[in-house]
């Protein structure tokens, strides 16, 4: 329901009553918010996890933690980091944060790490309200399958496979070209458009 929703406000025309809706649908007791709410800043968390069946070392213990940003009584932005705890030095973590001001908030699109690389413990999704339709799908589509993987997620691309995928022993490589990769390659400047 969480990623619906969050599809829903990346969309909507009016993210501010969608975010409203969204409260009331999942209950505003499921909605912490921060100590200092005033109405120039606040920030909301929603925390799902598999605490219960990870206490019963079935699983190892993966959370979804989703933080809403509202400045001046705007919806701004929302952040999600999901990330699956294992024993070991690397536990995977990804990240996909959301820009939702009716203009353009953030970055159009990026995704890193980007190219291939060997980098496969932290990723990070951001886009805005500029971004395409799958763009958008696909940084949203995260593997809710981890939250009852035996043995886990291994690393970002069982997190989020519509981002990332394996290239060969060790490394992996990103699905989608982000603004630093365009940047990274042309050796150019970001347009106007792109932030």
């Given amino acids: 329901m969480l990623i619906n ?9 009016s993210p501010n009553d969608t ?7 999942f209950g505003h007791s499921n909605f912490k918010h921060s100590d200092a709410c005033t109405f120039h800043f606040c920030t909301y968390e929603v925390e799902i996890s598999n605490r219960a069946i990870a206490t019963l070392h079935l699983v190892p213990y993966t959370e979804m933690k989703t933080w809403f940003t509202v400045e001046r009584g705007q919806l701004v932005q929302g952040l999600v980091e999901y990330r699956t705890a294992l024993k070991g030095p690397n536990s995977p973590v990804v990240h996909i944060q959301q820009g939702m001001c009716g203009h353009g908030c953030g970055v159009r699109f990026d995704v890193n790490p980007h190219g291939t690389t060997q980098q496969m413990w932290n990723g990070i999704v951001e886009f805005d309200s500029r971004a395409t339709a799958e763009q958008r799908d696909a940084a949203l589509e995260l593997n809710l399958g981890c939250f009852a993987r035996i043995g886990g997620c291994k690393d970002i691309i069982d ?22 990769q365009t940047l990274e390659e042309s050796h150019g400047f970001p347009s106007v458009d792109d932030f």
């Avoid at 929703?5 to 025309?13: A, I, Q």
């Avoid at 975010?19 to 649908?25: A, G, H, L, T, Y």
């Avoid at 490589?173 to 630093?180: A, D, E, N, Q």
Wanted: proline share 5%.
């Fill in 5 to 13: 929703e969050l599809k829903d406000l990346s969309v909507s025309p």
């Fill in 159 to 180: 997190l989020l496979p519509t981002m990332w995928a394996r290239s060969g022993s060790g490394k992996i490589t990103s699905r989608w070209v982000g603004l630093s």
């Fill in 19 to 25: 975010f409203d809706s969204f409260q009331w649908k």
